[in-house]
């Protein structure tokens, strides 16, 4: 599966009210069309489909019987990523005309740059592009030389450092060679006097140019398009003010039908409380339900709290519902939600049409047809004060290129993966690097920060070609703070391999280890350029990590910042501290329990003689360490027999122990280094008095130089007999 940028659609349809007096009282009806699934094209979404069932046949209702108030019946699609059409949608009716004209200036602008740029290439080519456009032809080709200046860098670095300089020596001097003509010619004003080699390395970026400029600009122009159809939307909507926004959740293996103005996509703040606003609206319900007769299926309203009955209670399965986006935007959303339905075929093959429950279904749709006309025929429906949380994320990704100052290069095509609570929301920048989440909240309804990480994918294995840079991008632009409802952040990446960890789930506390430290192996110090998946979920037992090719890694992880419990480190007898897992030879280290027993014990082994060779001994360390190797090599056995349960059994078994001689040996390694802190200590005044008793000098440079000399011997002896010299 790959990912790739699709358009959608959000369909709707204006029914004007027959009432005069309530023309303008406008009632928005939602429903999504499309199905969510697990395993993309493997869920028919039969009893999915039951929403924008009703949602079809209350259109057919409304055409034969006019309403009384207007209606806004509509579509959505993308219920499977977060609800991107409602919030796509709810963006629509809450975005000022300024910043849609400020858009559409942007979009111009960009068209017209790249279709200049594309003629002047055209020109070139074919030989009568004149000298005076010299400056707006190195911009239109700066693009595609930077990519190429990048490419032919890495290989060199690669070439000096992992290949026989003797043997790729004159690859090595071709490849300088091109490079160093590619850098003058974007220093060049004026291309009319080429040399046959700039010629021949300008062609073939002149044809790459235009192709990512042509592709910018049907991008640029579908991007028009989509932005047409919003104002079209909103010209319609702001013609009208909202009274009620209804969106539709249906099911048909509950046991009732709720009104919901909160869901399970925004963690919302336990203080926000907007009972008031839905007074109206709820009367107006309740006034309906009654009428239905008892055969009916049930109907709750949770617009009001409940205490003996929690809204959570009503909803097994968790969903994300509409009604909560357009409640946070500030308008009166809500949603109809059937009840104690699990929807365990929803998102899987199993959901097709044998499963329905056609009876309840026709029963609950008569029921929620019943509510929205008692929304339409209501005498009154004001509208009550909603506070506005609806927020976007607006930024720009940009790649940091090999002998660049400044990350002037986007990053196109960067999947994004933002998180906010347990939500999670996917989109793609587009091919100039930007990109607009849309329908997060604010710091006033959610506590949690919207948190970005981005990568761009191969598109032949999948692997990670680049992600964020997490020194260089800042804390603050990856876990954006959303302090306002309009938030702006820079992502900057870099080309990276990735390494995966697994079973990161402390044997002993069953903790999730979540404190991570990086170690470049080669200059044991933290990697210049790195990311590492969101690890403090808190809940997950596995962390990609991403450097730079060819960098060796070296590890810690811990539940706490107190001890170290888990340690990799590529070691082994002759190297205690290892050289670290090269990350462009291990794209995942299996067997992690296994490989950080064996990395642990390597290290330990050394310390613990150290200790004992200086008579510092300890049974219980002597103990565990036997049973610790003893388990390691009844895992390695396992292995390679594959004997997998005994394998994990084991393993964990010599990580554990290593843990704990680990702690143990530490803090008997600190205890000797402040042991002889304090016998240095005590050797300060032993040596002034050495000094008086043996030398008794009169001169004060004499005493200092006495006293040194004294200290520096005692010093000296001690080193030679205690271990924390070692």
């Known amino acids: 599966m790959r990912w790739t940028e699709a358009t959608a659609e959000n369909i709707f349809a204006l029914f004007p009210g027959t009432d005069p ?23 028919p979404g039969a009893d999915e489909a039951l929403s924008i069932a009703g949602l079809l046949e209350l259109a057919d209702d409304l055409a034969v019987n006019p309403p009384q108030r207007p209606f806004l019946l509509i579509a959505t699609s993308g219920h499977g990523q977060s609800l991107a059409g409602m919030r796509e949608t709810i963006w629509t009716a809450n975005v000022r005309s300024k910043d849609l004209r400020a858009m559409e200036k942007q979009l111009k602008a960009d068209a017209g740059e790249r279709e200049k740029f594309i003629d002047l290439l055209e020109q070139y080519r074919q030989g009568s592009a004149d000298d005076a456009g ?198 009166p959303g809500l949603t109809l939600a059937t009840t104690s339905d699990i929807r365990q075929h929803w998102s899987t093959p199993f959901d097709t049409l044998d499963r329905i429950d056609w009876n309840y279904a026709a029963r609950q749709w008569r029921l929620a047809r019943q509510l929205i006309s008692g929304l339409d025929q209501a005498a009154t429906l004001e509208k009550g004060y909603i506070r506005n949380g609806f927020s976007t994320v607006e930024g720009n990704s940009s790649l940091l290129l090999h002998g660049e100052l400044f990350p002037e290069h986007p990053a196109p095509n960067t999947v994004i993966l933002a998180f906010q609570g347990l939500s999670r929301y996917h989109f793609m920048t587009d091919r100039q690097g930007r990109f607009l989440l849309k329908g997060v909240a604010d710091k006033k309804h959610v506590l949690d920060k919207v948190i970005l ?100 890694l070296k590890l810690t992880l811990s539940d706490s910042v107190l001890h170290k419990k888990m340690i990799m480190t590529n070691g082994d007898s002759d190297d205690p501290m290892g050289k670290g897992y090269n990350i462009s030879r291990h794209p995942s280290l299996y067997h992690t329990t296994y490989l950080t027993a064996r990395d642990m014990w390597a290290l330990l082994g050394p310390r ?49 122990l290593a843990s704990r001689v680990y702690d143990h040996v530490e803090k008997t390694q600190k205890d000797v280094l402040f042991g002889v802190l304090f016998y240095i200590a005590l050797f300060v005044p032993f040596a002034f008095c050495l000094e008086r008793l043996f030398f008794g000098f009169v001169s004060i440079y004499k005493r200092i130089a006495g006293f040194t000399v004294i200290l520096l011997f005692l010093i000296l002896i001690i080193a030679q007999v205690h271990p924390a010299f070692e």
């Open 608 to 656: 613990i003689s150290n200790l004992e060779e200086h008579g510092i001994q300890n049974d219980r360390i002597q103990t565990l360490r036997l049973q610790g190797e003893q388990a390691l090599q009844l895992a390695e056995k396992a292995l390679k027999d594959q004997h997998y349960s005994l394998f994990f059994e084991e393993s964990n078994k010599a990580w554990a």
């Open 453 to 552: 990480e981005g990568y761009l994918f191969s598109e032949q294995d999948g692997s990670v070609i680049w992600a964020i840079d997490k020194r260089l991008t800042g804390k603050s632009s990856y876990r954006v703070k959303m302090q306002r409802n309009e938030m702006k952040t820079d992502l900057i990446m870099f080309q990276c391999r990735q390494t995966t960890i697994f079973n990161l789930l402390e044997p002993r506390s069953f903790r999730y280890m979540t404190k991570l430290e990086l170690i470049d192996g080669r200059r044991e110090a933290p990697p210049v350029r790195y990311w590492y998946s969101r690890i403090d979920t808190r809940t997950s037992t596995l962390a990609s990590i991403y450097l730079e090719p060819d960098t060796p």
């Open 134 to 331: 010299g400056l707006m032809l190195q911009k239109a080709i700066d693009h595609a030389l930077k990519l190429q200046v990048d490419d032919l860098s890495t290989e060199l670095m690669r070439l000096r450092m992992y290949e026989d300089k003797d043997s790729s020596s004159v690859t090595i001097k071709k490849l300088a060679g091109q490079r160093f003509i590619l850098r003058r010619l974007g220093w060049k004003t004026s291309f009319a006097d080429l040399t046959a080699e700039e010629k021949q390395l300008l062609d073939p970026l002149v044809s790459r140019s235009i192709t990512e400029h042509q592709a910018v600009l049907n991008e640029v122009r579908s991007q028009q398009v989509i932005l047409k159809s919003v104002k079209r939307l909103r010209s319609l909507i702001v013609e009208y003010e909202p009274r009620a926004v209804v969106s539709l959740h249906l099911s048909s293996h509950g046991t009732g039908l709720g009104a919901f103005h909160q869901g399970f996509l925004y963690p919302l703040r336990p203080t926000i409380n907007r009972t008031a606003a839905f007074r109206d609206i709820e009367q107006a319900l309740q006034d309906s339900a009654e009428l239905l007769p008892a055969t009916a299926p049930a109907f709750i309203s949770t617009l009001r709290p409940n205490r003996l009955q929690p809204w959570e209670d009503l909803l097994p399965d968790r969903p994300a519902l509409g009604g909560e986006v357009s409640s946070l935007a500030g308008l």
């Open 21 to 43: 007096d309530l023309r303008d009282e406008l009632l928005i009806i939602e429903a999504f069309y499309d199905s969510s699934s697990f395993i993309p094209g493997h869920a």
